[in-house]
Structure formats: structure tokens, C-alpha cells
């Protein structure tokens, strides 16, 4: 199989967010750091609380990933303001202050998505939950308080993600992980009714969906099981392998047209590689790897799988940003001009 080679630019040691434009947010430790320049240059805009050990634990880039702690997600929500998600809470950025205002707390361990739909913003509970205790969705308005419950699941382990179908006004979900629970759901009246549109197997167990106008593509999350890209056809609901990636599928997104996912590393009885890579196609056919990056020798078990993220946001149109962890290069952040991308030598 092609890499891909490209023209790469090394921004800054942390996690890119949020991209909106020339407008760039990053974690970097306890700070929440802007750039109005695509990444040319950084302003520190607050800083989280560290109240706990656990908390304090974000300050160094290992303690991070110990802990489970520090940013998670980042959505702006106005004008130098937004949310964060952070330490198992809702945090406030406002405008003029430097210090995050903690202002609810959430269900579950942290959400792996973020969803916003119209005037809400939606999540679903990601924890353990080996007694498979009702598990649901949670919804707010974009200020980010009063969260209130509006699908419960029963007989799942966790919500891996809610998305936002732009194309229909529908909202996606898609659950986990044993094979009766991995599924793909929609809802077409904001949770009043939700249906299953596909699942009962581990080719259904997907973590990010992504959407183009006639598909919505996902890979498959099995541990041990070979992995592949998919796409469903929107109206006949045909299902469609696209290229087998081997490792389960986490994260995606969408820039501009290309799609995009990654691939983790973590334990399986099957023979895995012990790089996390990035794939990616221009047209949803063709698919290519853009770029892998090796396990670190820190223990998977205390200091996470290898894996490649996402920041949120619309993204600037032209340009791949995202952030490797417990990786070679971890934690540090960068962003690939779609233009530059060129067939490389075969990846061994």
C-alpha cells in the first residue's frame, strides 16, 4: 500500500482542539492557548484549575496520559468564549478571563465526541460499565449548563459517538462494543425516536461517522479482528468495504472534500502493527496512507493506546491538523497542507 508524502509543518508542543479558519485553539498542559495566524504564533487564553492530584497530573505531558486528564475537547461558542471539556467537567472560557469556570459535571468517564446541532450540543456517556447499567444520551444548550438526558440505552456498554448529518439535519449515534450492542442509530426529530440502522456485529462497532452527500462512512473498531473503511449508501443502505486498514478505527474527520481516519494501537490476539496511522482519500473510493506513527515504549495498559486525533471545528478548508499520543512525536501538533500530498515509497 502508497504512504503518502508530505509537506509538514511542526506547530507547537500540545493538542490542537479547534480549527476554525485562521483561528486556532490548543491545550498545552493546564493552558488553553489561541493563535489568530493558523499556528504562526500563540497567545496563552486561560488556564485550568488543579484542584486534585489527579488534576495536577496535567501539567506534565506523561501525567497527562495517566491520568485520563486535562483537555479533551474544545468548542468555541462566541467570540473569544467556548467550552471545554476537561477533567470530567464542563468548563466556561470567558471573555477577558484567564481562568477556566468550572460549570457542570459530566456522566461518564469523558465523551469521545462532541456533537452540535442546532441550538443544542449533544454527547453520550463513554465509561467501563461492565454491568451494562443504562447508559444515555445528554443534551444542552450552547451554554453548556443543564444538561439534561434525552435517549437512554439499555443493555450497552457506552455511547462511542452523536454526530451531526449537515446534509439531512439528522443526528447520528453509534454505540458499543460487544456484537449485539455495536450499532449504528439515527434520529431524524432530535430524540424523540431513535432507530438502528445497521448493526449485531463488530463491522458495526464504529467510533467517528463522517458524511458526504450520498454516504456515510465509518471504520470498524474490533480489537481482534482485521479492520476495514466503509461507507453506507445513503437510500439503499448498501454497505461497502473500502480498504482494509487492519487496526481498529478511532477518530476521523473532514477537510474541505478528503476524508480522513486513524488507527490505534492497543492489545489484541491477533498480530498487530505498533504504528497508529492516518488514512485518507480525495474522493471516498481511493483510499491512502498519509502518514504512521510508532508506539512508544511507556506501557499501554497506564499510559494509553497509540492513536492520532481530531480537532473540532469547521477546520480551515485547506489544510490536516491533528495530534499524535503515546506515539512517537506525542502530543505535539501539526497540520499537513492538502496540496502537498504526493505517492510515496511502499510502507514496510
Request: aromatic share 12%; with cysteine.
Amino acid at each position: 500500500m502508497d504512504s503518502l508524502a508530505c509537506e509538514e509543518v511542526c506547530l507547537i508542543a500540545g493538542r490542537v482542539l479547534y480549527v476554525e479558519g485562521p483561528e486556532v485553539w490548543c491545550a498545552a498542559g493546564q493552558k488553553l492557548l489561541k493563535s489568530n495566524d493558523g499556528g504562526k504564533s500563540w497567545a496563552m487564553r486561560a488556564t485550568l484549575p488543579t484542584e486534585s492530584l489527579r488534576e495536577q497530573l496535567t501539567i506534565s505531558r506523561l501525567g497527562r496520559r495517566l491520568g485520563r486528564s486535562g483537555y479533551h475537547h474544545f468548542l468555541k461558542t462566541g467570540t473569544n468564549s467556548g467550552l471545554a471539556i476537561a477533567h470530567q467537567h464542563v468548563f466556561q472560557v470567558r471573555p477577558g478571563d484567564v481562568c477556566l469556570h468550572r460549570i457542570a459535571q459530566l456522566q461518564g468517564s469523558r465523551p469521545l465526541t462532541l456533537c452540535v446541532a442546532g441550538k443544542k450540543i449533544y454527547y453520550g456517556e463513554y465509561r467501563g460499565n461492565p454491568e451494562r447499567s443504562p447508559v444515555h444520551i445528554w443534551a444542552a444548550g450552547h451554554e453548556g449548563r443543564n444538561w439534561q438526558p434525552v435517549w437512554q440505552f439499555d443493555g450497552i456498554r457506552h455511547v462511542h459517538g452523536v454526530f451531526h448529518d449537515t446534509y439531512t439535519s439528522a443526528i447520528w449515534v453509534a454505540t458499543g462494543d460487544k456484537d449485539n450492542e455495536a450499532a449504528i442509530w439515527i434520529t431524524h426529530d432530535q430524540f424523540r425516536h431513535l432507530e438502528r440502522v445497521v448493526g449485531g456485529t463488530q463491522q458495526y462497532r464504529a467510533v467517528q461517522l463522517l458524511f458526504t452527500e450520498k454516504h456515510v462512512y465509518f471504520g470498524s473498531d474490533a480489537p481482534d479482528q482485521i479492520n476495514y473503511i466503509y461507507r453506507l449508501e445513503r437510500g439503499t443502505g448498501r454497505i461497502e468495504p473500502l480498504v482494509k486498514v487492519g487496526e481498529p478505527v478511532f477518530f476521523g474527520c473532514k477537510v474541505n472534500n478528503s476524508l480522513f481516519f486513524s488507527t490505534a494501537v492497543e492489545p489484541s490476539n491477533l498480530k498487530r502493527s505498533i504504528y497508529a496511522k492516518v488514512w485518507g482519500s480525495n474522493d471516498g473510493e481511493n483510499w491512502k496512507l498519509i502518514r504512521s506513527f510508532r508506539k512508544d515504549g511507556w506501557p499501554i495498559k497506564y499510559f494509553q493506546y497509540g492513536q492520532v486525533l481530531f480537532p473540532m471545528g469547521p477546520g480551515d478548508n485547506k489544510n490536516l491538523w491533528y495530534t499524535p499520543m503515546a506515539t512517537e512525536q506525542d502530543q505535539i501538533s501539526h497540520k499537513l497542507p492538502l496540496p502537498s500530498l504526493q505517492p510515496e515509497r511502499q510502507l514496510t
